[in-house]
Each structure stands twice: as structure tokens, then as C-alpha cells.
């Protein structure tokens, strides 16, 4: 919106020319993002004590059970704030934006469905249920970034020259990519604000690195796929507003959950992210928590189904320490720590080539 006022206004005066920068622009959505929660997240959680109450989740520690009806569908806010903030300072004639929009309003609305079951009939949708719904918002989404991407090649790690075309399998890829990440930080969202500060910086890892490949020049320094993605870094840079703006009130003890809504919008957002900068094999070690996490429930049902034991004492792998006696801040912290230093390492990839 400020930035179609900026392009009327400009000829009155220079001033507005400082809105044209993507730079300035996402800088001023993660500001808008943060302004936003902290100005409306006390009222939001006030209106969810009286219709958003949870239920501890099934198969966790005893502990949780104090954690019934705690107010939840946090995300529902985080995408209010992050689509007030898009809606803003982003460019919304851009296809990548568009997509990221449809992205967060589809997974989301999966989830607020799921979530919605919930609380009033104390059982969500189904797995395959869900799954179906998954596959058709992330295909639908799939599809059209391969007709817009200009190309189905897949950057690799590493190796500059590399990059295999697998053509119309893309869409099939594209859509495992969407749908793991969404799946991983659902899986990962089991602790007051483990997820959510988990996220944070690989909303900033390609935010950044949106910004670095929508520049033909810094693209080709780096020797990394340049992808147009310039406008995109202003949505990544407002999911991180809004996910630091979630993050105080999450944090423990969490004053709300952002609920099956928040964590499958934000996962896939980050795995559409991570496919339009074309650095889609980078999030495996940016976002290697969440992968871990998923692991350790494959590798458990696995175990348990053919071997009769357990390799965990729960899974996810959280509640494997949790049970292990370690406070739930100092996991929360540790996996934070955890997530920010993989996405330091993915981002000196981009160099290591």
C-alpha cells in the first residue's frame, strides 16, 4: 500500500523515493511486525482465553497436563500481522509475494481447521486427512512456481556447476519440500517457545539470502542461482517480526500456543522460501532442527514397530530431554542456539563453493 503511495508521490517530493528500496522496505516491515504484535498481542490473547482454549497434546509428558486450557491458534495473530505488514510494504503485483500470501492462508487455514476440531470436539482432523489437504495447497503452489521459476534445476551445496534439471518431477519435489518443513516445525512446536524461536533465524537465513539472490550482481559473486527473490526478503523480513513479536509471549511460561495453525503456515512459508531462492537443499542445515526432530519420530515408530523398543524415551526428541530431567527453558534455549548456528553455517555455504 506505502509503496503504490510512494510511486504517486514521489514527483512532490525525493523523500519518497527512499520506499522503491527493498532494503529500507524490509526493514520497515520486520519494525511494523514488531509494533504490531506488541501493540495488539496482549488483546489477542485475552480474546482467546474466552474462545481459543487448548488441550495438552496426546503421547507427551505427564507434566503438560498444566497445560491444559492455555489459549491457543497464536498463529491465527502471527498471520494477521504478518499479512498487515506484507500488505504495507511489499510490492503486491509481485508473483513471489502472491504465492507466499497463498502459502501462509492455505496451510494456515488447514491448521485453524485442525486446531478448530479440537477444541470443540476434542479430535482434530485426520493424518491422511490433513495430508490430502497439504498435497493440494502445496502442488497448487508447486505448479505455479515452476511455470514462474524459469527453470526446474536444483542448486546443490558446494558445487557451483551442479545443479541437475529434473523437470517435471519438480512439482513432486516442490511439494515434499512444502510439506516436510510444515510437517517438521508442527512436529517441533512442543515446548513454550521452541518452535517459534527456532524459526527465527531461518526466516532470517533466507530473508537474507532472498535479498542476496534478487541481485544479479551479488548472485553472481556468490556464485549462487540468482532468482529475482528481492521483494521476498520484505515478507521474510516481516515473518520475523512477527515471529520475535510471538516470541514474547510464547516464550516460557507461554501466555498462549500458536497451535497447529501457526507452525503448518510457518513451516511452509519457509519451504517456499527456501524453493523460490532456489536454495532449497540449504535448508536441510539451516532448518536442520526441525529435520532432526522429524527423524527422531521416524526412527522411534521404526524401532518400536520392528525391534519392540524404544530408541527414545519420547519422541519428538524434546520431550526425550525433558524426561531426561533438563527444564524446558534450557531445552527451549539449547535448540535456539541449536537453529542459529546451522543457519550460520548454511549462510558460509554460499561462499564454500
Same mark, same amino acid.
Given at each position: 500500500?506505502?509503496?503504490?503511495?510512494?510511486?504517486?508521490?514521489?514527483?512532490?517530493?525525493?523523500?519518497?523515493?527512499?520506499?522503491?528500496?527493498?532494503?529500507? +522496505?524490509?526493514?520497515?516491515?520486520?519494525?511494523?511486525?514488531?509494533?504490531?504484535?506488541?501493540?495488539?498481542?496482549?488483546?489477542?490473547?485475552?480474546?482467546?482465553?474466552?474462545?481459543? +482454549?487448548?488441550?495438552? +497434546?496426546?503421547?507427551?509428558?505427564?507434566?503438560?497436563?498444566?497445560?491444559?486450557?492455555?489459549?491457543?491458534?497464536?498463529?491465527?495473530?502471527?498471520?494477521?500481522?504478518?499479512?498487515?505488514?506484507?500488505?504495507?510494504?511489499?510490492?503486491?503485483?509481485?508473483?513471489?509475494?502472491?504465492?507466499?500470501?497463498?502459502?501462509?492462508?492455505?496451510?494456515?487455514?488447514?491448521?485453524?481447521?485442525?486446531?478448530?476440531?479440537?477444541?470443540?470436539?476434542?479430535?482434530?482432523?485426520?493424518? +491422511?486427512?490433513?495430508? $490430502?489437504?497439504?498435497?493440494?495447497?502445496?502442488?497448487?503452489? #508447486?505448479?505455479?512456481?515452476?511455470?514462474?521459476?524459469?527453470?526446474?534445476?536444483?542448486?546443490?551445496?558446494?558445487?557451483?556447476?551442479?545443479?541437475?534439471?529434473?523437470?517435471?518431477?519438480?512439482?513432486?519435489?516442490?511439494?515434499?519440500?512444502?510439506?516436510?518443513?510444515?510437517?517438521?516445525?508442527?512436529?517441533?512446536?512442543?515446548?513454550?517457545?521452541? $518452535?517459534?524461536?527456532?524459526?527465527?533465524?531461518?526466516?532470517?537465513?533466507?530473508?537474507?539470502?532472498? /535479498?542476496?539472490?534478487?541481485?544479479?550482481?551479488?548472485?553472481?559473486?556468490?556464485?549462487?542461482?540468482?532468482?529475482?527473490? #528481492?521483494?521476498?526478503?520484505?515478507?521474510?523480513?516481516?515473518?520475523?517480526?512477527?515471529?520475535?513479536?510471538?516470541?514474547?509471549?510464547?516464550?516460557?511460561?507461554?501466555?498462549?500456543?500458536?497451535?497447529?495453525?501457526?507452525?503448518?503456515?510457518?513451516?511452509?512459508?519457509?519451504?517456499?522460501?527456501?524453493?523460490?531462492?532456489?536454495?532449497?537443499?540449504?535448508?536441510?542445515? #539451516?532448518?536442520?532442527?526441525?529435520?532432526?526432530?522429524?527423524?527422531?519420530?521416524?526412527?522411534?515408530? /521404526?524401532? /518400536?514397530?520392528?525391534?519392540?523398543?524404544?530408541?527414545?524415551?519420547?519422541?519428538?526428541?524434546?520431550?526425550?530431554?525433558?524426561?531426561?530431567?533438563?527444564?524446558?527453558?534450557?531445552?527451549?534455549?539449547?535448540?535456539?542456539?541449536?537453529?542459529?548456528?546451522?543457519?550460520?553455517?548454511?549462510?558460509?555455504?554460499?561462499?564454500?563453493?
Amino acid at each position: 500500500m506505502l509503496y503504490y503511495l510512494a510511486m504517486h508521490l514521489k514527483a512532490s517530493s525525493h523523500f519518497w523515493n527512499v520506499l522503491h528500496y527493498v532494503s529500507f +522496505r524490509a526493514m520497515a516491515a520486520l519494525l511494523t511486525s514488531l509494533i504490531f504484535s506488541f501493540a495488539f498481542g496482549e488483546r489477542f490473547i485475552a480474546f482467546s482465553r474466552s474462545f481459543f +482454549r487448548s488441550k495438552a +497434546r496426546e503421547l507427551t509428558p505427564e507434566s503438560h497436563r498444566a497445560k491444559d486450557d492455555m489459549p491457543t491458534m497464536g498463529g491465527v495473530f502471527i498471520l494477521m500481522v504478518v499479512l498487515c505488514s506484507t500488505l504495507l510494504w511489499a510490492s503486491l503485483t509481485d508473483y513471489q509475494v502472491i504465492s507466499m500470501i497463498i502459502c501462509l492462508l492455505g496451510f494456515g487455514a488447514i491448521g485453524a481447521m485442525d486446531d478448530w476440531l479440537k477444541i470443540t470436539r476434542k479430535k482434530g482432523i485426520s493424518s +491422511r486427512t490433513k495430508f $490430502a489437504l497439504q498435497c493440494l495447497v502445496a502442488g497448487l503452489l #508447486a505448479y505455479g512456481l515452476m511455470i514462474h521459476r524459469g527453470g526446474t534445476e536444483i542448486s546443490l551445496p558446494f558445487f557451483k556447476f551442479i545443479t541437475p534439471d529434473i523437470g517435471f518431477l519438480y512439482v513432486f519435489w516442490a511439494m515434499f519440500v512444502m510439506i516436510a518443513t510444515s510437517n517438521g516445525v508442527n512436529l517441533t512446536d512442543g515446548l513454550d517457545g521452541l $518452535a517459534i524461536g527456532s524459526l527465527i533465524p531461518n526466516f532470517a537465513t533466507f530473508s537474507l539470502i532472498s /535479498y542476496l539472490a534478487g541481485h544479479f550482481f551479488m548472485a553472481w559473486y556468490l556464485h549462487i542461482p540468482f532468482a529475482g527473490t #528481492a521483494e521476498l526478503s520484505v515478507v521474510g523480513s516481516a515473518l520475523v517480526g512477527a515471529s520475535i513479536g510471538f516470541l514474547w509471549y510464547n516464550a516460557y511460561p507461554a501466555q498462549i500456543f500458536m497451535g497447529d495453525v501457526g507452525s503448518l503456515a510457518l513451516g511452509g512459508a519457509l519451504g517456499l522460501m527456501a524453493l523460490m531462492t532456489k536454495q532449497e537443499m540449504l535448508l536441510a542445515i #539451516a532448518g536442520g532442527l526441525f529435520l532432526f526432530e522429524t527423524l527422531s519420530v521416524m526412527l522411534q515408530v /521404526y524401532s /518400536y514397530r520392528y525391534r519392540g523398543k524404544r530408541i527414545f524415551r519420547m519422541a519428538p526428541i524434546h520431550h526425550h530431554f525433558e524426561l531426561k530431567g533438563w527444564p524446558e527453558s534450557k531445552i527451549t534455549a539449547r535448540f535456539g542456539i541449536i537453529s542459529l548456528i546451522l543457519c550460520l553455517l548454511a549462510l558460509m555455504t554460499l561462499k564454500i563453493r
